[in-house]
């Protein structure tokens, strides 16, 4: 038996890293899974890999358009919504902050934190009418501490973090069964780390090596599921002991 099984996902920035992993990680643990990502080729190649437990759609997440039609189209095919994982996110511009061109900044305050917005929003549309649901917010040990040159990034996870939490008292207090979590990983091996710097990145962590997507799936896991049914508003840091220096 899987720790989702009869559940319905949707997990956002799904064609690559972390978001893939957890979209597989979600369908071996029993659910339905809508994966969604901004690179159509991608994401298309991996629908046919994937099966027809799991439907890809193309989505920019900092559309609220985007959001309306991902969701309903979840509805439609799957039936329900019971989690939604929301991970698409982009790396800081790294410059200095009064290097950043405003433009850059709003993207990606956009990508990670309206995107993000918008995913609670809809889905918690959603669940609150059915009485349930886990939303899970992939922040970063970059929404908890600052980091050089990574300014507009760590005011868009800093962002993600507590926005996660006020979420969940909107959904606590109504008595709505609906849980909203962060996740919050240190150094992962995915294409949005600059592979020059791993050693640099692997000596800074405590644990003494980055880590990898599955790690970040794992908490995902556990969030989405009825394991973590007492858990809302919680920040789950999945770093290598990188925060607690
Ligand atoms: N890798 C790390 O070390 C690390 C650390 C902390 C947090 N994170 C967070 O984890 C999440 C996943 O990142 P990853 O490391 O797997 O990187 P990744 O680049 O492999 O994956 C990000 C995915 O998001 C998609 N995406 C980008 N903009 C989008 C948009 N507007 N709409 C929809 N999809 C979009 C990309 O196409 C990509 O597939 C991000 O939110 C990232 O900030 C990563």
Redesign the pocket.
Known sequence: MGKLDGKVAIV????????LETAERFLKEGAKVTF????QE?GQALAAKLGDQALFLT????SEDGWINVVQTTLDHFGGLDILVN?????PTTVSIEQVALSQFKHVID??LV?TFLGIKHAMLYMKEHHGGSIVN?????GIVGIATAAD?NAS?GGVRLMTKGAALDAAYGKYGVRVNSV??????????PPEAEDMMAKTTPLGHIGQ?TD?ASACVYLASDDASFVTGTELIVDGGFTAQ
């Open positions: 956002t920035g799904a064609a690559s890293g972390i978001g969604t990502d901004v690179n991608k989505q920019d997440v900092s991970n698409a996110g982009v790396p990508v990670n995107g992939i922040s970063s040990m970059g990034y996870k919050h990983p240190g150094y992962i091996k995915t294409g949005m780390l997507p970040i």
